[in-house]
Structures are given as C-alpha cells and as structure tokens.
C-alpha cells in the first residue's frame, strides 16, 4: 500500500497516483480541481484519499477541518431565516450555509416547514464555491423526494472528525464487511432500536427514544473517533456499554 500522500494548494496528483476508471471518468471531491485536458492540483493542504472501485478521489483537510463539497451529505443547525431562506451552521469555521424555504420535498409558500433557531436538518450540499454562499437543499432536485433528508426531531447530535464520519457513511462490502472499518452502528443495532444520520460535516444525529441509550451511542462514536478503536476494540467497547446501560 503507499505512503499518504501530502499535497499544499497548487500542488499537482501524479497521474500514477490517478485511478484508472472504467468508464473513463474520474470523480473529484473536497480539495481538488481539474485543469483542462488532464491536470489534477489540490485547491487546499490535505492528505490525498483515493477510493479505486468509485475512481473517486479527494483531500483531508491536513487540520482536519470540513470542506463543504456538492453533493455532501450534511448536519445543519438553523441559525436565523429571511423571508425565503434559512442560515445554517454546518461547523462554527465555515460561513453559513443557506437553505431556500421551498427547498424540501413537495412543499409550497403554504405548506413550508416553520423552523426556527436551533432546529436541525439533513441537508445535501447542492453548491460549493470559494466566491459563493454554500447553499444546500433536503430533498434530491433530480427526482423531487426527500431521500431521508428534512427536519431531524429529537435525538441528539454528536461531533466526531469528519473523516471519521466518511468512513461511517462508507456502509459494506457484498459480504457485509463495513468498508470504513467502523462497526459500532451495527453491533448496537443488534440489541437496541435507534435512527441515525451522519454528516459529511462531522456530525451525528442519534435518537433512541432513550436519552440514556442515545447517549451511550454517542459516547461510543467519539470513543472509537479519538481512540481509534479496531474492529475489535469496537465489539468490546459495545458489549461493555450495552450491560452498563
């Protein structure tokens, strides 16, 4: 396996380290640009990530911050609305991100949801530029339905690294191995009922219905995130929480 890959703003990708698509296209994420016909450079500091199935491939940020990138997943906090749109923090360094008030499935002036300070939502990054506002969107504007996104009610929400929360939203292989290496949502799932949503931003939304139980949850994901528990370790640390609980 290589060495990660440090690369500072304007720094080209050797095409060796390129993936090699199947299809001929490669998918850019936070942190890098394409410069027409075939250079690669990095826009920020960050350690070159490369996923070779998706021919995806994109920056951590090197200070571990979130770059907001179209078609991220994301935690929102509402922080104050205008007549047509809400200001949400998606991480107390980023500008606010802004949500249009029809930006949810099948709504209308009428029918909006009224949200207010504080409120949260799963949201999806529908645009990402250096000179614009971040705006983003709970519902998917190619097919009109809300895919999970909208108000998240109750429950709790968690700070975790955001790569460590691309590796939660990273799901399995064909034989069920969680391909993040992150197993903890799984193993609790197994003797407790709770919904989750995960944030590319670093944020997760827990509700068990139990604020003893929705903690726990929490508390295990932070453990794991500044611990760098192994799968193992993992299993461990739930079975332990699960009979203190």
């Known amino acids: ?48 990530q490369v996923d070779h199935r998706k021919a995806a491939l994109w920056l951590e ?3 571990g911050r979130y770059q907001p990138s179209v078609g991220d997943l994301v935690i929102a906090q509402i922080h104050h609305s205008s007549v047509e749109t809400y200001s949400c923090a998606l991480t107390p360094h ?13 709504v209308s002036k009428k029918t909006r949801p009224q949200l207010k300070a504080a409120d949260i939502v799963y949201a999806r990054v529908s645009k990402a530029s250096k000179w ?39 799901g399995t292989d064909k034989e069920g191995v969680s391909k993040g290496g992150v197993v903890l949502l799984e193993e609790v799932g197994g003797k407790v009922k709770f ?10 939304w827990v509700d068990s219905g139990s604020v003893r139980e929705t903690v726990m949850i929490g508390q295990l994901l ?5 611990g760098g ?7 461990k640390a739930v079975k332990k929480a699960l009979r203190d609980v």
């Not at 304007?10 to 250079?39: A, C, D, M, Y």
């Not at 975790?160 to 939660?168: E, N, Q, S, T």
């Open 1 to 48: 396996m290589a060495a990660a890959m440090v690369l500072l703003p304007g720094e080209n990708i050797p095409t060796e380290r390129l993936p090699k698509p199947k299809k001929g296209k490669l998918t850019l994420g936070p942190g890098l640009q394409h410069t027409p016909p075939s250079t690669i450079s990095a826009t920020t500091a960050g350690s070159l």
């Open 61 to 63: 940020d090197a200070g």
């Open 94 to 106: 980023t500008s606010f991100a802004i949500l249009g008030q029809l930006a949810f499935e099948g």
């Open 132 to 170: 614009e506002d971040v705006e983003i969107e709970c519902f998917n504007s190619a097919t009109g339905k809300a895919e999970g996104m909208g108000q998240l009610k109750g429950g709790m929400v968690f700070d975790v690294r955001p790569a460590f929360a691309r590796r939660l939203m990273m």
């Open 195 to 204: 919904e989750v949503a995960v944030g590319r931003n670093g944020k997760v």
């Open 222 to 226: 932070r453990g794991a995130d500044e």
């Open 229 to 235: 528990w192994d799968v193992e370790g993992q299993r």
